[in-house]
């Protein structure tokens, strides 16, 4: 059963960071783009940041040198380092497979002022 799983998220303050990371079966992650998505409560879930099975990344504006986003094909993880992190960070993060359209649980991030 195709899966994925996040984990790292938590609490920091402004400024702090945080690295989240995306466990994935191997049939979801070999060759396929994958993306981190965030959402807060009644509001659209948006993209963060994708990287592609050739590793070329795309970020949101708003987070842009701030974070990076990075897979490691050994172990079939995707990673979400966030620097500087600001209070409108706030949200929970998702892992999605852009093949299959498979999507993580979430894990919530709080960065308090």
Request: charged share 15%; with cysteine.
């Amino acid at each position: 059963q195709v899966q994925l799983a996040e984990s790292g998220g938590g609490s920091v303050q402004a400024g702090g960071s945080l690295t989240l990371s995306c466990a994935a079966s191997g049939s979801i992650f070999r060759g396929n783009a994958m993306g981190w998505y965030r959402q807060v409560l009644g509001k659209q879930r948006e993209l963060v940041a994708l990287i592609t099975s050739g590793g070329n990344t795309n970020y949101a504006d708003s987070v842009k040198g701030r974070f990076t986003i990075s897979r490691d094909t050994a172990k079939n993880t995707v990673s979400l380092q966030m620097n500087n992190l600001k209070p409108e960070d706030t949200a929970v993060y998702y892992c999605h497979s852009f093949y299959g359209g498979v999507w993580g649980q979430g894990t919530l991030v709080t960065v308090s002022s």
